[in-house]
């Protein structure tokens, strides 16, 4: 026969339930709370006296009530318990962060658990809701997730330019080839007479140039559209979803940006134009390489025609 728990051991376990640093809060079917610890009370700035007998949703109105009574229901239901992550519900209900390591987040992170408690005729009048405080492993994962983020970002992207470098632009061009259902355009483009601003003003002055440069690119672009620095004073943007005409109206829009630019480096002016070459992917070609081809070869009849224009890749 079981042996009855005595007085004193339920002494203890009340005390445990008061002291664990979770929050545990018992239910009852119509989600009125029965038992509410001192985690809550610290955290929620509500007292046990005041909680008890009172609405969870009352107490929590960010609570989404249907899902949460839906919740409940099936634990009821199936006598089993129910569970929320932080990753996919960053919280269930809405606390402040006081931790002083992770003090950068606004909230506290939570993972909960819904479980049923049976009575002693095995049926199921209660739930208890525990939270658990998730914020330091929150903050460090989503501190990870950035700082990773941020590496990649690095590791695709130009320093002077802030645009992706020849590797990474090269590759969206490679799976855009390999996908492509409808028209795109390629836009070779390299600044006039380079090797002269830099003989002439200096280095720095060229890499100002450079970078006044791929603003004006920046400026120009949408969404959908990929600029590279392909190698030098060189740039390239891929335009998905442009036909020929799409493409030759952005280039002269860049050609004129650039025309009435100029840049203010050590007290001198700077004045520079560039020119341009579009390719577009209307004809067969044996791989994306044709497409920088084509290009490269209308950015070169610019250069042979006088520089600071736009030509069209012709066979």
């Not at 606004?106 to 049976?118: A, D, G, I, S, V």
């Not at 209660?126 to 690095?154: P, R, S």
């Not at 390299?190 to 830099?198: L, M, Q």
């Not at 036909?243 to 829009?253: F, P």
């Amino acid at each position: 026969m079981p042996r009855r728990m005595d007085f004193s051991e339920l002494h203890w376990l009340l005390a445990v339930v008061q002291s664990i640093d979770v929050g545990i809060v018992v239910l009852d079917l119509e989600c009125q709370v029965q038992v509410w610890n001192s985690f809550m009370e610290n955290r929620s700035g509500v007292a046990s006296k005041q909680a008890i007998d009172c609405s969870f949703f009352e107490l929590f109105p960010e609570v989404e009530r249907p899902w949460f009574t839906r919740k409940v229901g099936r634990v009821v239901a199936l006598g089993t318990p129910a569970f929320t992550i932080w990753k996919q519900r960053p919280y269930l209900v809405h606390f402040k962060n006081y931790q002083p390591i992770t003090g950068q987040g606004e909230f506290m992170y939570q993972n909960t658990t819904l479980l049923p408690l049976r009575s002693s005729n095995g049926e199921i009048h209660h739930v208890c809701l525990v939270i658990y405080d998730l914020t330091d492993v929150a903050i460090n994962n989503l501190g990870l997730q950035k700082a990773n983020h941020q590496l990649q970002q690095l590791s695709r992207t130009d320093h002077l330019t802030q645009l992706y470098n020849r590797g990474h632009w090269e590759q969206r061009l490679q799976h855009e080839y390999a996908r492509h259902d409808t028209a795109f355009a390629l836009l070779m483009l390299d600044i006039d007479h380079f090797k002269s601003i830099n003989d002439r003003y200096g280095h720095q002055a060229g890499d100002a140039v450079i970078k006044r440069l791929s603003e004006l690119i920046h400026v120009h672009l949408r969404d959908s559209d990929v600029a590279g620095r392909y190698g030098g004073e060189e740039f390239a943007i891929l335009l998905p979803h442009t036909e020929l005409s799409g493409a030759q109206s952005l280039a002269e829009r860049l050609r004129q940006a650039a025309e009435n630019q100029a840049v203010l480096h050590n007290g001198q002016v700077i004045a520079f134009t560039i020119s341009l070459g579009i390719a577009c992917l209307d004809r067969p070609a044996r791989d994306h390489r044709c497409l920088i081809e084509w290009a490269d070869q209308a950015l070169y009849a610019s250069k042979h025609a006088g520089r600071n224009r736009v030509s069209t890749y012709t066979p």
